[in-house]
C-alpha cells in the first residue's frame, strides 16, 4: 500500500537547528568533539524552586486532566506577572496555558486566517511561523530585518506591505535569530499602523525577559492593541524549560474561548504537575534571582563571542541586544554560508546554523546560540579561525545555491 498524503504536508517546513543537532549528534557517537551552537536550549539547570514544586504536585496527585485553558491559579499566576510587565488590567480569562508556546500562533492562525489571506512575518525569523502560515494556506509576506538597522522592523516597510488582504502581523522582539529589538519609537510606529489598517499582531515575546539593557514596554501597553494582539509566550528559555513544554499565551477573550476548544480537540490540555510548577516560577523570589544570574551569564558569553568573531577575518557583527543568538555576516570571507556552516562541522566540529534557515534576508549570514560556557566559546572560535585561516573558499560556481 501507498500512502498518499494531503498536498498541504508539502507545504510544512521543519526547524534546521534540529537537523543540525542530529548531525552533530551523529558525529559524537563516531568519537568526534562537537560544539554545541545550533540549538536555542539554554544549558542551565531549570531553577530548584521551580523543580521542587513540580516534584511537590507530582506527590500531591497533580497527574490528572486539568481545565483545557489552563488550572485557575496558573492563568491568574500569567495575568498577574502580563499585568505588571505591561501596566495594563489583565483577566485570567485572556490567557491560555499549551504545551508549547507553537500552539498560540497555530491556534491563532486557525482561528483568524483564511486560505489566501496574507500573513507579515519577520525575515530572517524564526521558520516555524512561516512553516504554519502556509501550512493554513495563508500567504507569508515577509517583512526585510536589516543589518544596517541593527535587524529592527522598519515601519515604512511594513506599511507598503498591507494590502486588502492583510489580515495579521507577528511580530517578533527580541528576535530570533539577530537577538534584535524594537525601540519604543519602533513600536509607537507598529501600533498606529495597526490600528489604521484594522490589524492583528501574534507578539512573539518568547524571549523577553533575556534583555542586556533597558526594553520598551510591549507593543500591547498602548492605547488600544491590547484588544488586537495575542501575546505568545512561556517558560522554555527564560526559566531553562524547553523540555517541560509549557507555554501560554494573552489575547482577547472571546479568542481565548476558540483557543480553549482547538485545545480540546487537539492536546486536552497543558500538565497539571508542569503548570503548577508555572507559578512557583512566576512568584518565586528564589526564581526571579535565577533568572537574572542566568542572564547575566548571557551577556558575558555574548562579549566573549561577539569579541571574538570580530577578530576573524571578513567576519562582520553586530551585538545583540537580547536572546542568546548572534548573527555575524561572513560574506567578507568569501564562504557562502550554507557551505561554511556545513564544514565547519563536519570539518571542525563546530555546530551553527546557515543564515537562509531562517529565511531569504539571512544570506550571507550563519546564527550561533551562545548556549555554551565561555570555555567551550573559546574552543569554538579557535576553531573557527583554524578553519578560515587554512581552508580556501570553494570557488563560487561551487557553492551549493540558495533557491
Known amino acids: 500500500m501507498t500512502l498518499r498524503f494531503a498536498r498541504r504536508m508539502e507545504r510544512l517546513g521543519t526547524e534546521s537547528a534540529f537537523e543540525v543537532l542530529a548531525r552533530a549528534r551523529a558525529l559524537e557517537r563516531q568519537g568526534r568533539s562537537v560544539v554545541h551552537l545550533e540549538i536555542g536550549e539554554p544549558d542551565f539547570a531549570t531553577p530548584a524552586p521551580i523543580i521542587a514544586a513540580a516534584e511537590q504536585a507530582l506527590r500531591g496527585g497533580a497527574t490528572h486532566y486539568t481545565p483545557a485553558a489552563g488550572l485557575p491559579e496558573v492563568r491568574e499566576a500569567i495575568a498577574a506577572a502580563a499585568a505588571t510587565r505591561g501596566g495594563l488590567e489583565v483577566d485570567p480569562a485572556q490567557v491560555v496555558v499549551v504545551p508549547g508556546s507553537k500552539n498560540i500562533l497555530a491556534f491563532a492562525l486557525l482561528a483568524l486566517v483564511e486560505p489566501g489571506d496574507e500573513v507579515i512575518l519577520p525575515d530572517p525569523g524564526y521558520p516555524i511561523y512561516r512553516s504554519l502560515v502556509e501550512f493554513v494556506g495563508a500567504v507569508a509576506r515577509p517583512i526585510r530585518l536589516r543589518e544596517a538597522n541593527d535587524f529592527r522592523l522598519d515601519p515604512q516597510e511594513l506599511e507598503g506591505l498591507v494590502g486588502e488582504r492583510t489580515r495579521l502581523l507577528i511580530l517578533n522582539s527580541p528576535h530570533n535569530p539577530t537577538g534584535g529589538i524594537c525601540t519604543a519609537a519602533d513600536l509607537d510606529a507598529v501600533a498606529e499602523l495597526v490600528l489604521r489598517h484594522d490589524l492583528t499582531v501574534v507578539s512573539d515575546e518568547i524571549y523577553h525577559r533575556i534583555v542586556f539593557g533597558p526594553a520598551p514596554p510591549p507593543l500591547w501597553s498602548r492605547p488600544g492593541l491590547a484588544e488586537r494582539t495575542i501575546v505568545m509566550d512561556g517558560l522554555s528559555k527564560t526559566y531553562a524549560m524547553c523540555g ?160
Do not use: K
Open 244 to 403: 517541560w513544554r509549557l507555554g501560554y499565551g494573552v489575547m482577547p477573550v472571546e479568542l481565548a474561548r476558540r483557543m480553549e476548544t482547538l485545545l480540546i480537540n487537539s492536546s486536552s490540555c497543558a500538565a497539571a504537575f508542569t503548570q503548577l510548577a508555572a507559578v512557583e516560577a512566576l512568584t518565586s523570589p528564589a526564581a526571579e534571582a535565577a533568572v537574572q544570574r542566568m542572564v547575566a551569564e548571557f551577556q558575558r558569553r555574548r562579549d566573549v563571542l561577539v569579541a571574538g568573531l570580530r577578530a576573524l577575518p571578513g567576519v562582520r557583527v553586530r551585538p545583540p541586544a537580547a536572546s542568546f543568538y548572534v548573527f555575524p555576516n561572513v560574506e567578507g570571507t568569501g564562504w557562502g554560508a550554507r557551505e561554511l556552516a556545513a564544514r565547519l562541522l563536519q570539518e571542525q566540529g563546530v555546530a551553527v546554523l546557515s543564515g537562509d534557515a531562517f529565511g531569504a534576508a539571512g544570506l550571507g549570514h550563519i546564527r550561533l546560540a551562545y548556549t555554551v560556557g565561555v570555555d567551550q566559546i573559546e574552543d569554538a572560535l579557535e576553531r573557527l579561525a583554524t578553519f578560515l585561516a587554512s581552508t580556501p573558499p570553494e570557488p563560487p560556481g561551487r557553492q551549493p545555491q540558495i533557491g
